[in-house]
């Protein structure tokens, strides 16, 4: 079985740099998805979201690619700055329907810029 | 806009001990979330209510976890008794219902010893 516990994937980039951080989710019938932004002591924070409608969203600094194809989800971080630096968690929306929103989480990546 | 809110921040609490968590969720929210993380890992959902109705609770231990929502506002989280696994932090979320994603509160950190 998939390995669990306190080994986060990490990603550490140059401040200035772009990043890009990768998800794979699980269910094909998945329609809704967002990236969460967590820092040290903090609930997740809302970033970004996409409809499987879509395959690319934009936002302020960031950009949400959608494939589901490959079931591939990825999060572009422009000009990544020190207060970047969390862990992210893609999430799915695997029901659909009006209302039943119960996001199922990915296993989360640890962002660190490097000053 | 106020946020969601939780209590108590930390608790650490011996194994066979109970504990209970406090959530006020944003005002008019009609849907409250409880989140168990494990640390290093992402959140998983234990329960959901609509108002003060359970949606969803197919994910919560019920030997040992409740949840109720009375009045459709406020919520508590109890675990009882409480086993060394159950370290972690619990999270409340909110949601109007949309298309918006969840706000969450900060979590309550849970150690059992």
């Given at each position: 079985g998939e390995s669990v516990g306190l080994h986060l994937p990490t990603l550490s980039v140059q401040e200035g740099d772009n990043s890009i951080i990768n998800c794979a989710y699980s269910n094909s019938a998945?329609?809704?998805?967002?990236?969460?932004?967590?820092?040290?002591?903090?609930?997740?924070?809302?970033?970004?979201?996409?409809?499987?409608?879509?395959?690319?969203?934009?936002?302020?600094?960031?950009?949400?690619?959608?494939?589901k194809t490959v079931k591939h989800l990825s999060l572009q971080i422009a000009?990544?700055?020190?207060?970047?630096?969390?862990?992210?968690?893609?999430?799915?929306?695997?029901?659909?329907?009006?209302?039943?929103?119960?996001?199922?989480?990915?296993?989360?990546?640890?962002?660190?810029?490097?000053? | 806009e106020a946020g969601v809110a939780q209590s108590p921040r930390y608790k650490i609490i011996e194994?066979?001990?109970?504990?209970?968590?406090?959530?006020?969720?944003?005002?008019?929210?009609?849907?409250?979330?409880?989140?168990?993380?494990?640390?290093?890992?992402?959140?998983?959902?234990?329960?959901q209510f609509q108002n003060n109705g359970v949606v969803d609770d197919s994910q919560l231990p019920k030997d040992r976890f409740s949840a109720e929502r009375l009045?459709?506002?406020?919520?508590?989280?109890?675990?009882?008794?409480?086993?060394?696994e159950d370290s972690a932090v619990y999270l409340c979320a909110s949601s109007h219902g949309g298309a918006g994603g969840y706000t969450f509160g900060s979590g309550t950190r849970l150690t059992v010893v």
């Open positions: 998945s329609d809704y998805f967002i990236w969460y932004k967590q820092e040290s002591g903090k609930g997740p924070q809302f970033i970004i979201d996409i409809r499987s409608n879509m395959d690319k969203r934009q936002g302020q600094r960031v950009t949400v690619l959608l494939n000009a990544t700055q020190p207060g970047d630096s969390a862990v992210y968690f893609c999430a799915e929306n695997p029901s659909s329907g009006a209302g039943s929103y119960q996001l199922t989480f990915g296993k989360g990546t640890k962002l660190s810029v490097i000053p | 194994k066979r001990q109970s504990v209970a968590f406090w959530c006020n969720p944003i005002s008019g929210h009609a849907t409250l979330y409880w989140y168990q993380q494990i640390l290093g890992q992402g959140p998983k959902l234990l329960i009045k459709g506002v406020d919520s508590t989280l109890k675990i009882q008794p409480a086993k060394l």
